[in-house]
């Protein structure tokens, strides 16, 4: 169950947060009537105050409501017509896209206890209406979630907020951050799920786009940027509306081309897997097991090998990496999980043809896999250096390896054994081909183990 004090700090609207405390101070102190009180109030004034700045963000319909509430507070006797504007705020929220249709019965399942609790007379019979308190702490929820901790931002503006970043010509991979949070957070819960929805049609359907140089294609990617970014803040969400998409009858539709897109492009997601329908994934499972080395590299297919929960078959794609040339194996490896990464360090240093690769292998590939890689792996990286001298003898390799050295031998993982036969090959290396001492490796001595002090009988 949610603290009530940590919701409270979730309220946006000063003068709403004041009042939401007072409800939950009654509540807690058992005046469970006057807590509906001042939940409806403190409701009354979060939408007042969203309708405003609506209708200063130039929406016409929330202008005219303001204009009727600022009349209102100019009348010297306008109880009667402020009654009336209450009794429309719900409505008019809902009308403005500020709250869906559950959250808008939530709120006037809150407008009825409230006027059974400030009227006894409604209640109709002799007794009078006394709700419990599991009753007000729903509602004090409800008003939480529906209004209080929300920004005023209308459903259709941050559809059409999210589209213009999705479609901007200088949109790059952490624009996403930008939907997530400046619109995704501050929008309502039905808003959320229509962004979602709208951007797992645009993943998966690759929907058609009028947007001059942006193909549909283009457009489907960044919202699986996009969709990827999400998943991290609301995976329960994101993944219902990828399930419902996908199980979609235009999914059906797809040719074979476009479903690998769709893999390569929501694959890593263990949320993909589960939404699809099982003929489906049989299909695509035997589409890329049979698919050819070049389709496979362009639908960055490779890429999805390495991620855990994903199907077996994605992980024997591993076998088939050692068909790509050494360049493209390098750039696929340098965006690969460090599991993969670390399993193929060594043949890529090993096959190394010049310096420049050798470090490239090494800065993209080597080092960032330390923290995964094993000790028999570490074995293999520190020999495939020592007998190939184009990594041997590169001109950054002492500087990298060291780096490589310092995480492995903080993990353990670096044995004396190891260090030693390749410290032994470096020098006899370097004397054979008269390179500089730097290349002796000598900075490499600091991570051997000091040697034995203990006297021996």
């Known amino acids: 169950m949610r603290d009530l004090d940590t919701m409270l700090l979730t309220v946006r609207h000063p003068e709403t947060r004041k009042h939401a405390a007072e409800a ?5 102190a058992g005046a469970l009537r006057l807590a509906l009180v001042g939940a409806w109030v403190a409701v009354v004034i979060d939408l007042i105050h969203k309708v405003e700045v609506l209708a200063k963000d130039g929406n016409g319909d929330a202008d005219r ?3 009727r509430i600022h009349r209102c507070r100019a009348q010297r006797d306008s109880a009667r017509e402020m009654n009336f504007i ?14 869906d249709s559950t959250e808008t019965e939530h709120l006037q399942r809150l407008r009825a206890d409230r006027h059974r609790c400030a009227h006894p007379g409604l209640h109709g019979d002799d007794s009078y209406f006394q ?11 409800a008003a939480f979630d529906a209004t209080w901790s929300q920004a005023p931002m209308q459903g259709r503006q941050a559809l059409q907020r999210v589209l213009q970043i999705l479609t901007d010509p200088l949109f790059i991979p952490s624009s996403s951050n930008v939907i997530t949070e400046g619109v995704y957070l501050h929008a309502a819960t039905g808003t959320q799920r229509r962004v979602l929805t709208v951007l797992a049609k645009h993943a998966i359907l690759e929907l058609p786009v009028d947007v001059a140089d942006l193909s549909n294609v283009e457009l489907a990617d960044r919202a699986a940027v996009v969709l990827n970014d999400l998943l991290v803040t609301d995976r329960k969400q994101v993944a219902q509306a990828i399930t419902d998409v996908l199980n979609d009858a235009r999914v059906g539709t797809l040719d074979s081309r476009a479903l690998l897109r769709l893999t ?13 329908p099982g003929h489906l994934r049989d299909h695509i499972e035997s589409l890329i097991v049979h698919a050819e080395l070049e389709v496979i590299h362009d639908n960055k297919l490779f890429e999805l090998i390495g991620h855990p929960g994903l199907p077996r078959f994605v992980s024997d794609l591993e076998a088939r990496l050692a068909e790509l040339d050494l360049p493209n194996r390098v750039d696929l490896l340098s965006r690969a999980s460090s599991t993969l990464q670390a399993s193929n360090s060594a ?10 690769q050798a470090e490239t292998i090494m800065r993209v590939v080597v080092c960032p896999a330390i923290s995964t890689v094993s000790a028999d792996q570490v074995d293999s990286i520190f020999n495939a250096i020592g007998q190939n001298t184009q990594c041997l003898f590169a001109a950054d390799m002492p500087d990298l390896l060291h780096v490589f050295s310092l995480g492995s031998h903080e993990r353990n993982i670096l044995s004396d054994a190891t260090l030693r036969s390749f410290l032994a090959t470096a020098r006899q290396q370097r004397v054979k081909f008269q390179q500089h001492q730097r290349y002796d490796y000598t900075s490499l001595e600091r991570f051997l183990d000091p040697p034995d002090s203990r006297s021996v009988d």
């Open 65 to 67: 409501f303001a204009q």
């Open 131 to 141: 709700p419990s308190a599991e009753l007000v702490r729903a509602h004090l929820a």
């Open 264 to 276: 390569g492009r929501l694959g890593r997601m263990y949320e993909y897997w589960q939404g699809l």
């Open 86 to 99: 209450e009794a429309e705020i719900v409505d008019a929220a809902a009308r403005f896209e500020l709250v």
């Open 347 to 356: 043949a890529l240093l090993s096959a190394a043809g010049w310096f420049r």
């Open 24 to 28: 939950v101070a009654a509540y807690r």
